[in-house]
């Protein structure tokens, strides 16, 4: 389970690394610059490491479709930086594995029993609250974050069509780098629908070329992710999903307790509040899936699994309720 939190802290620490370079660069740079850099990465590993791993692959199409989700879901995500904080921001995007369960029931005919039924619900209103921190005005801004988590849980629904048919380390590999060539035409084109105020100048259209050591700090960010991404699938390598994905909301308070050292962000009560019901929702799902795991004879194969800002393929658990299909039961 060190894993699991460890990566999770190197998610923190990139998503945090995001929020303060975005000072300084776009967030078109610097998602096109995080992404080449952990491409080149990735890319030698994958050689190093051979088969089953691949750099072509027929898969591209799904890998395509589901850059295109995440490449814009995160420039929204990266986008509301600026106006909350990063407690607030990640609080909202974590309604990401409720969203991931609803659309699975829709999609893929999964069957939600009453208990996972009545935690979604719950889940929901803590998004919801999360969304109204001030308790009196709606917060247009916490739309991009739920608009990146419902685009994230899009993504993961799809990665079931890949399933084991390819690795982890492949699917980051096409993530990476067709979200890094897809990031430039969004930015154009957000700056062409979109009169961007000169004042957020985040979202601006420009360049700016980096000095060296602020090269060397770019080239940090990307490595940085991937060290997450590698320490979670590690995670995921030793030990059942249903186990490890309740600690992927080891996320929230490490990102308030960074927050609060690094910025002086102290998150308002209501923000806390929603924070409380989601973890407690998302807990209360990852203990009704191990509880159906161990009542499945044959359970079946994992593919991809967290949920975690930034995190380029995360996998995904086989969503089933014992209460509503009964052991060994699943509804693909």
């Known amino acids: 389970m060190s894993s699991a939190v460890i990566g999770m802290g190197f998610f923190v620490v990139q998503d945090g690394m995001m929020k303060d370079l975005l000072h300084s660069y776009t967030v078109w740079e610097l998602i096109l610059t995080r992404g080449l850099m952990a491409a080149l990465l990735v890319g030698p590993l994958i050689l190093w490491l051979g088969h089953p791993h691949r750099l072509l692959t027929p898969l591209w199409p799904l890998h395509l479709l589901r850059a295109v989700l995440l490449a814009s879901g995160f420039a929204m995500f990266y986008a509301a930086f600026p106006f909350m904080g990063l407690a607030e921001v990640s609080t909202i995007f974590f309604s990401a594995p409720l969203l991931i369960a609803l659309l699975a029931a829709v999609w893929l005919r999964e069957s939600i ?21 001030s308790g009196e005005a709606f917060n247009a801004v916490a739309i991009l974050p739920l608009l990146c988590a419902l685009f994230y849980a899009i993504a993961q629904i799809l990665a ?5 048919r390819e690795t982890t380390l492949t699917t980051a590999l096409y993530t990476l780098v067709f979200s890094a060539i897809l990031i430039v035409p969004f930015g154009w084109l957000t700056n062409q629908i979109v009169a961007v105020p000169e004042h957020h100048t985040h979202l601006l259209f ?34 059942s999903a249903s186990l490890v994905a ?14 609060y050292v690094l910025w002086g962000e102290v998150p308002r009560p209501a923000i806390l509040m ?25 359970p079946l194969p994992v593919a991809e699994s967290s949920v975690a800002p930034g995190n380029p393929i995360a996998p995904m658990t086989v969503a089933r309720d014992v209460d509503a299909e009964g052991p060994g039961q699943t509804t693909m």
């Open 113 to 133: 029993g009453p208990h996972r039924m009545v935690a979604l619900a719950v889940g929901f209103v803590g998004v919801v609250i999360a969304m109204t921190p």
């Open 160 to 164: 079931r069509r890949i399933g084991d």
């Open 206 to 239: 420009t360049w700016v070329l980096p000095p060296g050591w602020e090269a060397g700090r770019l080239a940090l960010l990307g490595a940085v992710g991937i060290l997450g991404y590698m320490a979670l699938t590690r995670a995921y390598q030793v030990t």
């Open 246 to 259: 309740p600690f992927d909301y080891s996320y929230l308070p490490i990102a308030t307790v960074m927050a």
């Open 274 to 298: 929603g924070m409380s019901l989601i973890i407690t929702s998302g807990l209360y799902l990852g203990y009704r899936e191990l509880r159906t795991s161990r009542a499945t004879p044959s």
